[in-house]
């Protein structure tokens, strides 16, 4: 230990050097580990939002409303089913058209309510969602004036096909980065061990065992990491703290903070990396030593 601080402190420069290498590698992974986190959650979001309505004829019995109601919700892949009045429908209609001044006139000339009731069924879980369209349609009920599922079975087509592509192409920009990096922390490695070649020599050629030529190096190893771990920790922390605002307004009314996110997965993420990160500086130190000290 004490030989490893001296080494340290005696190479000032190259460790700052290794240090700062080890730094930015492991500030890239965890970006490339939050645009995922964010994507994957921004892909829920959108499925969150998608529901299925079931239309109902006008002036249907309350009794008869509720009936149908208690049916759906019993169904195995059905979250929630909320009713929607024809008054209720208007109103939502009026608002998502409010900036269209032709709709707007055309309502005000009608003198009844053009929209009908209906049901809207939340699925429990869009990767089963033909599986619910299949249970609504086995349910006839006279009240039930239309279904069309059409369009929200594209939509999660479609949302689907981005999200295997986005996340084929995560996977493949992150393994050739992290590739990269393990290279980078591989050779910077060498390289501070590599201006150690004489005295390797020397300890070597003295009577040096294996074991006290290599355990500097491999302490030394340790130290980096650990000291790189905790600066990634907490410039990444406070990055976070930035960033967390403007994702708060994206997923406004959803339970998403990155915040949250990373520090749930706190060990898994940082815990991985400092055993990933030491096992390759570790490797490239014996390496190193045993090819200058020749063991």
Same mark, same amino acid.
């Given at each position: ?192 061990? =590599? ?41 990444? =922390? ?15 009314? =959803? ?5 949250? =996110? ?34």
């Amino acid at each position: 230990m004490m030989f490893s601080l001296q080494d340290i402190l005696r190479n000032i420069w190259l460790s700052i050097v290794t240090i700062l290498i080890l730094i930015l590698t492991l500030i890239s992974v965890n970006l490339l580990i939050s645009v995922q986190a964010i994507s994957t959650a921004a892909v829920n979001t959108v499925k969150d939002k998608i529901d299925i309505s079931l239309y109902l004829q006008s002036n249907t019995p309350e009794d008869k409303i509720t009936s149908l109601k208690a049916r759906l919700t019993v169904l195995e892949n059905v979250k929630d089913v909320r009713y929607v009045s024809q008054d209720q429908a208007l109103a939502a209609f009026q608002t998502a058209h409010q900036n269209d001044p032709k709709i707007i006139e055309a309502l005000q000339e009608l003198t009844d309510n053009p929209l009908t009731p209906s049901l809207v069924v939340e699925p429990k879980n869009t990767d089963n969602f033909e599986v619910l369209i299949s249970e609504l349609n086995r349910i006839n009920d006279p009240i039930i004036e239309s279904r069309n599922f059409e369009d929200h079975r594209l939509m999660l087509e479609k949302i689907d096909d981005i999200t295997k592509k986005v996340s084929d192409a995560g996977f493949l920009v992150s393994s050739i980065f992290i590739f990269i990096s393990l290279l980078v922390i591989f050779n910077t490695v060498r390289v501070g061990i =590599y201006t150690h070649r004489n005295e390797i020599g020397i300890m070597r050629l003295v009577g040096a065992s294996n074991w006290f030529i290599k355990a500097p190096f491999i302490v030394s190893s340790i130290i980096y990491t650990l000291l790189s771990m905790v600066v990634v920790v907490i410039i990444f =922390y406070s990055f976070l703290s930035l960033l967390h605002p403007y994702l708060q307004t994206f997923f406004m009314g =959803y339970n998403f903070n990155i915040l949250t =996110y990373f520090t749930s997965h706190f060990w898994s993420i940082f815990g991985l990396e400092f055993v990933l990160a030491t096992m390759v500086n570790v490797i490239a130190s014996l390496l190193a030593v045993s090819k200058y000290s020749k063991v």
